[in-house]
């Protein structure tokens, strides 16, 4: 609503102090508003302009050429599209992760009246905006790149836009961009990262180097070596965790020499180790990350002994004394010292499988991850967290083992599940059954759900195959089963969520 | 037509029933399942001995437990109808049980027995009683009329006040000033002009944009314009009276409403408004009549915490006859005993495209009732687009209509019409139009999402 200026100040000032002029409205209006009082008359004045703005609104005639339209480009069937609006109603949010990937496994876009809530929902979450910007689809594309905000954000994903972000974006884009790069071509990302290195703040170079880890190669040992004389620990702490997890690294090297200097190894029918502490941690073993850290429960020259064992591949042990890695396992356990041995091997075992890990890398984990609590060191929930880096098939041999089993090792099942709970997918039909038979063995013999099943069985709800359900019908105890009314709940959750992600499985199916 | 999950969730009266209801949704929970014509029905095993009965009278829909809940539908209404959605299949029985046979038909009674009532009570009285009646009632009003008129007396005061000295200082001075002439005003029996005094009060304190004196000035003018207008009342025509004692907080009774002649049209909905205050939750239906054109509002309200009743979902079609309230441009609707969900999907006339026709008929609406402040408008074939500051709608022969700049869906308008024309429905209010649902492809999309504004 426009105002006349004389009317605008009266309003503002008070009729008291800026009079209504005889111009602020029509004669008309004037002539019928003569006889009400100047307080009265302002009041009027602009109820009369009101009424006359609105009744008589012009239109503005558009200035430019209408834009070319967006085509309707397919997009996802309209059942998973009703099954996406459940969820964002809030039936379910817990599955949105799970109906992007569908989406994604069927290459199929965004519907797109889900498209402004979902991008805005990946400002907010910047972990699930990756996901989201791959399934923008044409619609989508064409509607972030006419909004400022989402257009900076959502171009940090593309790939194009990389150097451009490497060079004038903020911390967290050239973050992205280096590891984009990395992915792309690792020698000239390195390279980058190299004639940009002396001039970064320290903080840059805390948050940029770990990006190395992608496709991280021994043509990055130099850098990183010199990274090990910079000034701030914490780059030098990234650029050691590098380099331990690099098959064939200097590093490695000097702490192998170090390691053989404190082990007597008598190779005979039982072989036999004799291990001395190291005496002291001279300037050289400083730079390699020993002793940097103090670790609970152990001495300080434990410690360091930790810290080297730490940054020596395990199949090194196995190819030096010609020992299977159980055997290896099992004379480290008699020492002494084992808690720091074990620990450090375990460690470096984990550290292993991070960058291509080769056969004998994998046997040492399998072994490891397996390895019973003869050691006295629960290895198995140490080595959990890595185990998503081993190929799936090992994984999945070596969680139907534990599930196999876990009638009697009590944690056999919980850490199936953590295992199951990490993954962002549902497992494969066996596993599941597996998996949902242990859950009705356990709850079979409690009268009680403890104060975590509810938990576990909002993990199993996410995890299990969905894709036929008959299995997940059977196996629960019978109908007059005393201790029912105690887990009626929480398996009626679990059916129900079964049946809404079998329902979202089927909705991809759909014909457009 | 059976309506879609999305649909049936959107009856649930807050987030927390629609996903107990989606809960109850799967077929282990549900025995003895039915349907027919008419009804669903279904036994549900809750937590007390005897399974709860629930059943769903589709035409409405209606919806009937025996569960202690509150909430109205309850989740195993909401439950028995996602299952039916899903799979109607299950629902294998068709002659309905005692209970659900019963129900609707003392449902039909009871529509029935409430004409019945209407029609006895002009007849049943004697003319003594009658005249006793109406000279208690001529009593009351004159009570409210005294209590109004002290009310505006003091309103008036204010005003001239307000406009002697200006609105310039208005955010150095405390909110509660507007509180207590709002509460002076509910006390007085004009409860309209409260809730546009603190509407006025909201955006001086409750807003930090520049030139909020122009939206607080609109509405202390039409406040004068309703007082004075009162002062006359007499001169004003019948209907436009009624109008203004509407604007000013006189309400007419649904029983009223009802007894007068009705409309009979099919009645598109075409979308839904709804807005919190701390203390009523109000939401407007708005339909369009198929047949005839005409726009009806239907208003639903809730006081405190509870929930609204069911929404009438966009896109659904309802068949029967509304009875307006009477005014010079009446738009607000009571439902007839007779209305109900038209079963199939309707073909609803392609809606007007001619931008400057719309405005025209906004400009005679405002001069059949210029109390009005905004008022239904369904465009055809236009494209959304963004300017980099504003929104607006453009017409196949480049008329611009802005959206108001407090419309918060604009990128979600934009993002399903995706610059191809699309028709778009929504309020009008003389500067920028409030969209309410936009339809593109074939679809329709409410904008409801809990105010859009």
Known sequence: MNLHPSLHKALLAGVARAPLGQDSTPPALQALLAHVSDQARLWHSVAAADLWQRAGYQPSKAAQQLAPACDAAATCPRAAEQVLQLILRGIHPELLPGWLALAAAHNMALPHAALVPLIELGMQKPALRATVAALLGRRGNWLVSQHPAWSESYAAIDDGACSTHWQLGNLAQRCVALQAMRRADPPAALAALQAEWAQEPVENRIALLPCLAQGLSLHDEAFLENALDDKRKEVRGAAQQLLAGLPGSQLAARCKARLAALFTFDQNAAPQLQVALPDACDKAMKRDGIGSQAHQGMGEKAGWLLDLMRCVPPTHWSETWQLAPRHVIAMLARQEFRAALLTGLVQSAALAVGVQPGAGAVEWFVTLIGEETSTGLNITSMLLPDLERLPLAEQERIVQRWLEQSADAPHAYSYALAWAERRTQALAPSPSRLLLAAAQRKMAAKPQPAYYERSHFAALARALDAGTLDYAQANWPAAGWEHWPQWRELVDELMETLHFRHTMQASFLEKP | ?453
């Open chain 2, 1 to 453: 037509m059976t309506l879609t999950a999305d649909q049936i969730l959107a009856l649930a009266p807050d987030p927390a029933s629609a996903k107990a209801g989606s809960a109850q949704s799967s077929q282990s929970k549900w025995s003895g399942l039915g349907a027919h014509a008419q009804a669903l029905w279904g036994l549900c095993q809750g937590s007390g001995k005897d399974p709860y009965k629930a059943q769903i009278e589709l035409a409405g829909p209606s919806f009937k437990c025996t569960c202690p809940s509150r909430k109205f539908p309850c989740k195993h209404g909401l439950g028995l109808y996602l299952l039916y959605a899903r799979d109607a299949a299950a629902f294998g029985q068709a002659d309905a049980p005692a209970w659900v046979s019963d129900w609707l038909q003392s449902r039909e009674q009871r529509s029935e027995k409430k004409a019945a009532k209407l029609a006895d009570a002009e007849a049943a009285h004697t003319p003594e009683e009658l005249a006793a009646k109406e000279q208690s009632q001529q009593k009351r009003q004159d009570k409210r009329q005294g209590n109004v008129e002290a009310g505006l007396a003091v309103l008036d005061t204010w005003l001239a006040d307000l406009a002697r000295d200006g609105l310039a200082g208005l955010r150095s001075k405390p909110a509660k000033d507007w509180e207590a002439m709002a509460a002076r005003l509910v006390d007085t029996q004009a409860a309209g002009l409260a809730a546009r005094v603190r509407r006025a009060g909201m955006a001086i304190y409750g807003s930090s944009a520049a030139n909020w004196e122009v939206p607080v000035a609109r509405e202390l003018a039409q406040l004068a314009l309703l007082s004075q207008g009162y002062r006359r009342l007499a001169n004003m025509p019948a209907a436009l009276q009624q109008d203004l004692k509407a604007a000013i907080g006189w309400v007419v009774g649904q029983d009223e409403v009802l007894a007068e002649a009705g409309h009979a049209d099919r009645w598109l909905v075409c979308g839904i408004q709804t807005q919190d205050d701390e203390r009523i939750s109000r939401r407007a239906c708005y339909l369009r009549g198929l047949d005839s054109g005409r726009w009806a509002m239907l208003l639903q309200f809730s006081a405190g915490a509870q929930p609204l009743p069911p929404p009438l979902l966009p896109g659904t079609c309802h068949q029967g006859t509304l009875h307006f309230y009477p005014g010079a441009l009446p738009l607000r609707v009571a439902f007839g005993a007779d209305v109900c969900l038209v079963p199939d999907p309707v073909q609803a006339p392609p809606p007007a495209s001619d931008v400057n026709a719309l405005l025209a008929e906004y400009a005679n609406a405002l001069a059949v009732n210029p109390f009005a402040e905004h008022y239904p408008m369904l465009l055809g074939q236009v494209v959304p687009q963004f300017d980099g500051a504003q929104f607006s709608l453009r017409a196949s022969d480049g008329t611009l209509l802005p959206l108001l700049p407090s419309f918060r869906h604009g990128w979600q308008v934009h993002a399903i019409a995706g610059g191809a024309p699309a028709s778009v429905f929504g309020l009008w209010n003389g500067y920028g139009l409030l969209p309410l649902a936009v339809s593109a492809h074939g679809r329709l999309h409410a904008l409801d999402g809990e105010r859009v504004a």
